[in-house]
């Protein structure tokens, strides 16, 4: 991989790193220190002026962590995160080695899928990943969205008279709570959000 800069001589509008970059450097303390300046480099060489790069990785807590640090690294490498995070600052999930950051899609699998899901006695009804949208140019998700406009990045944490959430955006990672005894009509939506 660390050849591509030399060996294509034309730049791309889209480029995809799906499931991979959690195999260079394998195991290694340093291994996102030294996949920063790897796909750096692949993107400021072969990445369109105006193309995107999608980067996509397990949703599992190490993988997940190690792409939320390569997020920050390339961010200081000038490229432009474009979603799914609302904001370019450093990532906040970072600060609690606990955290880390993930969708989760509701799917419909295909038959063919659906087969050898029976077959295999697995049953996926959701899809988890973790991905990153990078640019070389400032165009972003938020910068389409009302100001202050922010992620759900936890499921709803539905306890003895309230039900929670965790939000990232601007003004970073926060839990919010509504309490039942504080439901209206005007917050009722506050009970559907998911995490995206
Ligand atoms: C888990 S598979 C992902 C396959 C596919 N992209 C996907 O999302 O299903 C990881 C892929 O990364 C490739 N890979 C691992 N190390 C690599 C490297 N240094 N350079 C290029 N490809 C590499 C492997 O050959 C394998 O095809």
Request: hydrophobic fraction near 35%; charged fraction near 35%.
């Amino acid at each position: 991989m660390e050849e591509l800069p030399r060996l294509l001589k034309e730049q791309y509008d889209l480029i995809i790193f799906s499931n991979v970059l959690n195999e260079l450097f394998i195991g290694e303390d340093n291994r996102v220190s030294r996949r920063i300046p790897l796909v750096g480099n692949i993107l400021r060489t072969l990445l369109a002026d105006d193309g995107s790069c999608i980067i996509i990785e397990p949703a599992l807590r190490e993988t997940s962590r190690d792409l939320l640090t390569l997020r920050d690294g390339l961010l200081r490498e000038r490229l432009h995160l474009f979603s799914p995070c609302m904001t370019g600052d450093r990532c906040p999930a970072l600060d609690n080695p606990r955290d880390w950051c993930h969708e989760d899609l509701l799917w419909e699998p295909s038959e063919r899928i659906r087969e050898i899901d029976r077959r295999i006695g697995l049953r996926k009804d959701s899809l988890k990943f973790s991905y990153l949208v990078l640019r070389k140019d400032a165009l972003t998700l938020a910068g389409v969205l009302p100001e202050r406009s922010c992620r759900v990045v936890s499921e709803p944490l539905v306890s003895r008279g309230k039900i929670e959430l965790f939000l990232c955006g601007p003004a970073g990672r926060r839990l919010v709570t509504r309490l039942d005894k504080e439901r209206t009509a005007e917050n009722e939506v506050f009970g559907e959000l998911r995490r995206e």
